[in-house]
Every structure is written in structure tokens, then in C-alpha cells.
């Protein structure tokens, strides 16, 4: 093969491998602050775009709250982009200075061996040069050397030429990453004047609140021990289930694991081969309704407001669109169905797993059906006060709590 060729060859498997590298880590960076970028217009459509019937104050700050969040979170996605820039930038720029000072010392070379050749090129010193030789052996390695000088002198004229494009290419490259860096700085700065107001906006709520701090704080303790005794009963209903479904398959006579605890499901074999598939699928779940985003954390949260206050999350808040349906995340059977003032609970069995859908307007199964995967089971209820739409959800593992975020798909 010749040798251009093969050079050429090189030089750009080594440009197309680098760059595919460091383009790699690139488009990572872009992919997340592009799902940032979208999880902000999702914050708009679902927060901030319901008209609200009565002003309230605690429900406009954690709206507001979530999209300063996820706002920072950008921020810090650009930063890192630029960080990323900056550097390629700088590595490009030392890379065109080396390439640069390597193509003058060969076209320095090539020079000094044009201008020994044009000495002594002519036709007439080559065939004396040749003559002289003293047998036949020494002319054959004469010529031979002649052959090697002038391949090597077209090979140092590649190299040049190479050497040339690769720089060239550098250098577009170089431009297109300041292009990029300037253009991502431009949208940094648009985001920091926007999250300046929304912080202006978000003070202005808390020194509201503040205000009637201890108004406020009777109403969340109120709300907290309605919960309380929601989730109550809804544990109460979970062990119900669970002594119910146990007392069924026993009196079917069906193969049960002995080895169950009491106060958890005793499985048959295919209730065991539906709880591992549930397991193999952590992490993996789809989401219970098509659009929608986490408004409130499972576990125990202080309030980002008043102070001595904490929340305590037995399950995940999702705030979805109006009249967005409830989808199951896995096959199974709807265990039980509970109604409590006017809105619905869907409990659905994965082998020894349940998953939970409360805070229903309408429920579109019953007790006892078989349900598979993304099933449409009712309608999220809407609050005509705040005019949100949210999705209480939960998953049990017997009668212990899940958190469900290490469930669902990110």
C-alpha cells in the first residue's frame, strides 16, 4: 500500500477516534442539559399554566420552588458544558501550536533536500554517479539509494500536505467549539437573569407566609393528620388484602410458600415468578401516568418554608395534566379498591408486591380483574382550588413501604 495512504489512513483514525471520544462526553453533557431544558417546560405546562380559582400562597411557593430547582440544575448543566468547551478549546489550541511548529520543521527539511537535489539533479550526475561505481553491486546499491532519496523526499511533500489538512481541520473544529461556548454563555446568562427574578418572586411569597406563619402551620398540621389517618387505613387495607388473598389460596388448596411471613403474602409458584419479574424490572418501571413530575419526595422532608415542620412521604406526589390517566406499571390483579370522600386508591398484587394509585376521580377496574402493563385503571383527580393534578403513588413490598423513584424509570 503506498505510503500516502497509509499515513492519511492514520492521521485520520487518529482525528475521527479523538474526536469521537471527546464528542461522546459532549453529547452526554447536551443530552442532560436538553432533559433539563424540557423538564422546565413541563414545570411551566403543569404548574404554571392551570388557572388557579383561589390564591394560595404555600401552593404557589412549592410550584415556584420546583422550578428554581430544576432551573439551578440547568444552570449547572451549562456550566459544566462550557467547563468541557473550555478545556477542548484549550487542548485544540495546543494541539494547532504543536502541529504548527512540527509542519515548519518539515517544510524546513523538505527546503534544504529540494535544494541539495536541485544541485546535483541533473540527468548527466546521475548517470555518473552511476558509471563511477567500481563493479556492478555497488551501481545496483547506488541506484537503489537514488529510488530510496526521491521516495523519501515525496514522502516528507505527504507529510507537509497532511500535516496542512489536519491543522485546517483543527482550526474548524476550534471555531465551531468558541461558536458553541458563546452561544451556551449567552443562554447561562439568560437563565441567571430569569432565576434572579423567580428568587425575587420566591422571597416575596416567603415574606407573605411569614406573615401568617402560625396560620399557616395550623393548616399544615391539620392536613398532615388527615394523612395520617389515610395512611392508616391504608395499611389497614394492604393487611386486609393480604389476609384475604392468603385465606383464598388456602382454601383453593393452592401451593403456597410455607416459609412467608405472617404479615406478608404466601406466595404459589406463580406468584413467586410474578414478584421476581417485578424485581429484575427495579429501576426500569414506566411511569403511572404518560407526563408528569415528582412535586413531593418519598421519606421525611422538612417544610421549605416554615421552620419545625417536616413532611413525612409515605409515598411520591406526581403532578400530570388534567384528565391524564392512571396507567399500571406491571401486570398483576387488582387486589382492592378504596374510596374515601369522593376520591379513589387502586391497589394492584405483583406476587408480594403492590402498587398504589390514590387520588382518583374515576376508577376504571374492580377487585379481583387482571391487569397488564401501561392498563389504563381511572382518571387522576384535579383540585378545583390549586388546579393541579396529582397522582399519589406508592409501592409495597408486603406491608413495608418502597421508595417508588428507585422503581420508575429516570
Known sequence: MPFKKILFGCCFLFITLGCWGQSAEQRALEKKR???????????KLLFSTQKKQKNLLSNLEDLNK?????????KAIEAEIAYLDNKVQQQQKEIAKLNKELEALKADYAEMILKSYKSKSEQSKLMFLLSSEDFFQAYKRYRYMQQYAAFRKKQGDSIQLKTTQINQLKRSLENQKKSKEKLAEENRAEANQIKKEKANQNELIRQIKSKERSYAKQIKKKQLEEKQIEREIERVIKAAIADANKKNKSTKKTVDVNAKSE??????????LASRFEQNRGKLPW???????????????????????IDSKGIHITTKQNAIARTVFKGTVLA???????HAVYIQHGNYISLYNNLDKVYVNKGQEVVLKQSIGTVFTDKVTGKTTLKFQIWKD????NPQYWLSK
Open 264 to 273: 406478608g403474602f404466601a406466595l404459589t409458584p406463580e406468584g413467586k415468578a
Open 337 to 343: 379498591i378504596q374510596s374515601v370522600s369522593g376520591r
Open 67 to 75: 422550578k428554581i430547582e430544576v432551573r439551578e440544575e440547568l444552570i
Open 288 to 310: 403511572p401516568v404518560s407526563e408528569g413530575i415528582v412535586t413531593r419526595k418519598y421519606g421525611v422532608i422538612p417544610h421549605p418554608t416554615l421552620r419545625g415542620i417536616k
Open 34 to 44: 436538553e432533559q433539563l431544558q424540557q423538564e422546565i417546560a413541563r414545570v411551566n
Open 399 to 402: 406491608t413495608q413501604r418502597q
